[in-house]
């Protein structure tokens, strides 16, 4: 069947849905996959409006351990009853910013048996989730605010608990991502490398600010189909890869990809 993808929640939205900064992304193919949940509840609402029903999702991802990404967790646990949850080792790991105060942004630690830890690039039916990405590349700039708390001190956060997804279906590769805190050159390297090929769709925040030209000009080695992007993606940076890449999209709450 043809894949769907549809924006639960974003930082912008179309009327008369609601947007938040953070990310959910509803996903549907031969499995129907919820990844990243915002920071409330609010992608259940949207998903309310758009005729999606959460009860029916397969699986659910959460991209890394911060708050706008992961703070609808039990919100979805509350919801569907059966799918699990996977996570990457660590995204419960205390995390912080630092922008003039210390503020917290990671997840609260919660406890539930269908939650999964992945400890490394595991393949499942009809996906492929993938981690332990290489520094091939430079990472965001905006890293060097975000720090974890490691045996009680506060260091700068490597982000290895990041995950990203892979839907690959016959030849037609699709790759989801949550804020690219690895770089999303790096990224969007290693599905080139684990599928042997460019990828087909390009999907999330990639975490650039100011013009992004030339990560765009790189991108385009990687990827021969459309990039929507928006959340930690700024207007700038996307209208710089729009400069290096054919078919660059804004991503906005309820915006419906179909592939």
């Given at each position: 069947m043809p894949l769907k993808i549809i924006c639960l929640v974003e930082d912008t939205a179309k009327a008369p849905l609601m947007g938040e900064h953070g990310l959910s992304l509803y996903i549907e193919s031969d499995i129907r996959i919820l990844f990243d949940m915002g920071q409330s509840r609010l992608f259940a609402e949207n998903a309310r409006r758009l005729g999606v029903d959460l009860r029916e999702v397969d699986v659910a991802i959460i991209s890394h351990g911060h708050y706008d990404h992961g703070g609808g967790l039990r919100h979805f646990l509350e919801i569907n009853d059966s799918a699990?949850?996977?996570?990457?080792?660590?995204?419960?790991?205390?995390?912080?910013?630092i922008n003039g105060d210390w503020r917290f942004i990671g997840l609260e630690e919660i406890h539930d048996d269908r939650i999964k830890f992945l400890c490394k690039t595991e393949s499942f039916q009809g996906f492929t989730v993938i981690r332990d990405f290489e520094d091939l590349f430079e990472k965001p700039a905006g890293n060097r605010t975000l720090f974890a708390c490691s045996k009680g001190e506060l260091v700068p956060d490597s982000f290895s608990d990041e995950l990203a997804l892979v839907i690959e279906e016959g030849s037609y590769l699709s790759l989801i991502t949550g804020c690219s805190h690895n770089g999303i050159l790096n990224i969007v390297r290693k599905a080139y490398d684990i599928f042997h090929g460019p990828l087909d769709l390009v999907v999330g925040g990639f975490h650039l600010e100011g013009s992004s030209e030339g990560v765009a000009s790189r991108l385009g080695e990687f990827i021969r189909g459309p990039v929507y992007t928006g959340h930690c993606t700024s207007e700038e940076a996307r209208l710089g890869l729009a400069e290096g890449l054919v078919n660059v999209n804004p991503l906005q709450t309820g915006t419906e990809i179909i592939a």
């Open positions: 699990d949850v996977l996570m990457g080792e660590g995204a419960f790991t205390p995390r912080y910013a």
